[in-house]
């Protein structure tokens, strides 16, 4: 084991020797003393690359310390990326599942490391023009395809509840921010009460991955293509609106905004606008239906809410990202540009 790896153990909460011990019991033939480097960005679920001479994985864990019900579910991420293995939607393959605190303190799993390009700036800084556009493309097809999927055929058909999506969303994330709130955000009060009076009728079904954007993708070595797409820690069956909505958050927020691209030069740097990736979505999902202000309303909010849990994680010590307490601040930012996707943000002044 490397020195580096003595040195995380304690900033982690697991002893990697123990770790290294159980690998090499449970995945016969491999070589090598285990080399352990954290995965940085993330703010949910701790993640690292295990590697060994003739092997190299990423486990993904919960986090150290109490959490939300629901929260941080790797099982659940487990589940629908070994069932996706067999779809057309490319995932990192499954090793194993580790459900006891014997090994590191928590759940975790591990699955085979994919070779590709994450990009963590929405802007693609050192990027052609012409690349950048074949990107967000490629992500509008990648969710195209996500959305095309048979829940059922797929033997994911009790990963959900049918129908009433937001009716139970809302519930779920009302509850959520009055488990994690730690201050008033009166934005995300505000936008609750009003997805509550004008929820939409239409109950479509899809396995929806509830947190698809671009720094959840990765991209082939050289080439604007999917190769895995990543973090399935809040995917469900839902309704596939909410993961269109969710996606494009980014062409409303600004960079401050956790890295949004509003006022930036578009068609300089080759990025579609908004309308015109939607478009490209719609045509390849072959769907009528588009997204609307309540749509973008609930993405917000459920993302401000995400923030606040991120801000409440920091102020008990127990956030995994270094700039948790930094993040966490956008909550009430984030809440606001829900409020101005129905036309409320007024309101607030």
């Excluded at 993302?303 to 991120?310: N, P, R």
Aim: net charge neutral; charged share 20%; glycine share 10%.
């Amino acid at each position: 084991m490397s020195t580096a790896a003595v040195a995380g153990a304690a900033a982690w909460g697991f002893e990697p020797s123990r770790l290294e011990r159980f690998l090499h019991e449970r995945l016969p033939g491999l070589q090598g003393a285990m080399q352990i480097e954290p995965i940085g960005g993330g703010q949910s679920n701790p993640t690292f690359f295990v590697s060994f001479a003739n092997r190299r994985l990423v486990l993904r864990k919960k986090p150290t310390g109490p959490v939300l019900p629901s929260a941080h579910a790797v099982d659940r991420e487990f589940r629908v990326m070994q069932a996706l293995g067999r779809s057309a939607l490319p995932v990192p393959p499954m090793v194993l599942l580790h459900q006891e605190p014997d090994v590191l303190g928590t759940d975790f799993y591990l699955m085979e490391r994919v070779e590709g390009r994450v990009f963590n700036r929405n802007d693609l800084p050192g990027l052609a023009p012409a690349e950048r556009r074949a990107i967000y493309l490629a992500m509008a097809e990648t969710l195209a395809v996500l959305h095309g999927l048979d829940h059922e055929a797929l033997g994911l058909g009790q990963f959900g509840k049918p129908g009433d999506y937001f009716v139970r969303q809302l519930g779920r994330w009302s509850q959520q921010w009055a488990l994690s709130k730690t201050r008033e955000n009166p934005g995300i009060d505000q936008l609750l009460v009003w997805l509550s009076a004008h929820l939409p009728e239409d109950q479509e079904t899809r396995l929806t991955h509830g947190d698809f954007k671009l720094n959840n993708l990765m991209f082939h070595p050289t080439e604007p293509r999917v190769v895995a797409v990543l973090d399935w820690e809040l995917s469900t069956l839902g309704h596939p609106l909410a993961d269109v909505a969710f996606n494009t958050t980014c062409w409303r927020t600004l960079p401050e905004e956790y890295g949004g691209i509003a006022g930036l030069d578009l068609q300089a740097l080759g990025i579609p606008s908004e309308n015109e990736y939607l478009e490209h979505y719609y045509r390849c999902s072959g769907r009528s239906q588009r997204a609307q202000p309540f749509h973008w309303a609930f993405a917000f909010m459920r993302w401000a809410v995400i923030f606040e849990g991120i801000a409440a994680r920091a102020a008990a010590g127990n956030a995994v990202s270094s700039n948790a307490a930094e993040v966490g601040r956008l909550g009430p930012a984030l809440a606001r540009r829900g409020l101005q996707a129905i036309g409320l943000d007024a309101k607030l002044s």
